[in-house]
């Protein structure tokens, strides 16, 4: 890594754009030499870091990510993301060493102000093989013993990240440009370059996320988008209101009942009528033709006959 991760119409456009299209969204570094501070890497155009969580001895003074330090960046405006690395290959120790490591990331993290709930992306620091990604996976899947698998990223060249992708043992991935041949994982969340700076007197590798998340602790979600437009939300209304009235309290035409009870209300009655007609109709035949006009002038006329 350094010298010594409506709305349907959004995402559809997403899917049609060819991947190369897609243009970073934020500039940032990651560093194990020393620790060039927030002022520094604000000054220098980045604003997130990828901080290990892994001690790098004498050699990699400025590795290890610490409480100080997180205030610091913090105090900057500058994101922090997660990163464990001990040794280059140290994930063909497979599931127990996943869940150590992964253990111990986590206690890390939470004793710098991280959140237990964001990602950490574990390393593969070297080329590896379609038969190393057995190993791989597995530690990958210790470490979701812990994080949980959707907690749970890998940094590497673009073949093992690839495969655990395929493979969904991880969620997150970081792609070094190392061990890549030029090719390129676009569902990655993290490219990280071949490029470095000297930031505050550290050298340091520049990365570039393409995702709005990419495991940054301060990361929250914006509220979903509606799922109507207003103009959509204002018609919905209209039809609610004629359904129900005004104030929704009912329609006083129909007796404040709202538009479908009072349909219901006329059919019954239509119903009841209809019954009534026909009982009359039933009456009328039952008497001889001749007679149903002098009983209709009796019942009509005041102390006729009922």
């Given at each position: 890594?350094?010298?010594?991760?409506?709305?349907?119409?959004?995402?559809?456009?997403?899917?049609?754009?060819?991947?190369?299209?897609?243009?970073?969204?934020?500039?940032?570094?990651?560093?194990?030499?020393?620790?060039?501070?927030?002022?520094?890497?604000?000054?220098?155009?980045?604003?997130?870091?990828?901080?290990?969580?892994?001690?790098?001895?004498?050699?990699?003074?400025?590795?290890?990510?610490?409480?100080?330090?997180?205030?610091?960046?913090?105090?900057?405006?500058?994101?922090?993301?997660?990163?464990?690395?001990?040794?280059?290959?140290?994930?063909?120790?497979?599931?127990?060493?996943?869940?150590?490591?992964?253990?111990?990331?986590?206690?890390?993290?939470?004793?710098?102000?991280?959140?237990?709930?964001?990602?950490?992306?574990?390393?593969?620091?070297?080329?590896?093989?379609?038969?190393?990604?057995?190993?791989?996976?597995?530690?990958?899947?210790?470490?979701?013993?812990?994080?949980?698998?959707?907690?749970?990223?890998?940094?590497?060249?673009?073949?093992?990240?690839?495969?655990?992708?395929?493979?969904?043992?991880?969620?997150?991935?970081?792609?070094?440009?190392?061990?890549?041949?030029?090719?390129?994982e676009f569902r990655?969340?993290?490219?990280?370059?071949?490029?470095?700076?000297?930031?505050?007197?550290?050298?340091?590798?520049?990365?570039?996320?393409?995702?709005?998340?990419?495991?940054?602790?301060?990361?929250?979600?914006?509220?979903?988008?509606?799922?109507?437009?207003?103009?959509?939300?204002?018609?919905?209304?209209?039809?609610?209101?004629?359904?129900?009235?005004?104030?929704?309290?009912?329609?006083?035409?129909?007796?404040?009942?709202?538009?479908?009870?009072?349909?219901?209300?006329?059919?019954?009655?239509?119903?009841?009528?209809?019954?009534?007609?026909?009982?009359?109709?039933?009456?009328?035949?039952d008497r001889p033709?001749?007679?149903?006009?002098?009983?209709?002038?009796?019942?009509?006329?005041?102390?006729?006959?009922?």
């Open positions: 890594m350094v010298a010594g991760h409506g709305r349907f119409h959004r995402r559809l456009a997403e899917l049609s754009d060819p991947p190369t299209k897609v243009a970073p969204v934020r500039k940032g570094l990651d560093y194990a030499g020393g620790r060039p501070g927030g002022a520094a890497i604000r000054a220098a155009g980045y604003d997130f870091v990828v901080r290990y969580l892994s001690d790098g001895g004498p050699s990699l003074p400025g590795k290890l990510l610490t409480p100080a330090e997180a205030v610091d960046l913090r105090a900057y405006g500058i994101s922090i993301v997660s990163n464990w690395e001990t040794t280059a290959n140290r994930m063909l120790d497979g599931y127990v060493a996943g869940v150590n490591d992964a253990s111990i990331a986590l206690r890390q993290v939470l004793a710098c102000g991280g959140r237990f709930d964001r990602p950490i992306y574990f390393s593969v620091d070297f080329d590896a093989t379609p038969a190393d990604q057995v190993p791989i996976d597995d530690y990958l899947r210790g470490a979701a013993s812990i994080l949980g698998a959707h907690n749970v990223g890998i940094y590497g060249g673009y073949w093992p990240i690839h495969r655990a992708l395929d493979n969904k043992t991880a969620a997150w991935t970081w792609q070094t440009d190392a061990w890549s041949g030029g090719n390129i990655r969340n993290l490219h990280q370059l071949v490029r470095q700076v000297v930031v505050g007197g550290v050298a340091c590798d520049v990365n570039e996320a393409f995702t709005a998340d990419f495991g940054q602790w301060d990361y929250y979600p914006t509220q979903e988008e509606p799922d109507v437009t207003p103009e959509q939300d204002a018609i919905l209304r209209d039809i609610q209101t004629q359904l129900r009235g005004p104030n929704l309290d009912g329609w006083p035409q129909l007796g404040n009942r709202t538009l479908v009870d009072g349909l219901a209300a006329a059919l019954t009655r239509i119903d009841e009528l209809e019954k009534e007609v026909e009982k009359l109709n039933g009456e009328l035949l033709w001749w007679q149903w006009p002098i009983s209709f002038i009796e019942s009509i006329v005041p102390g006729g006959k009922n």
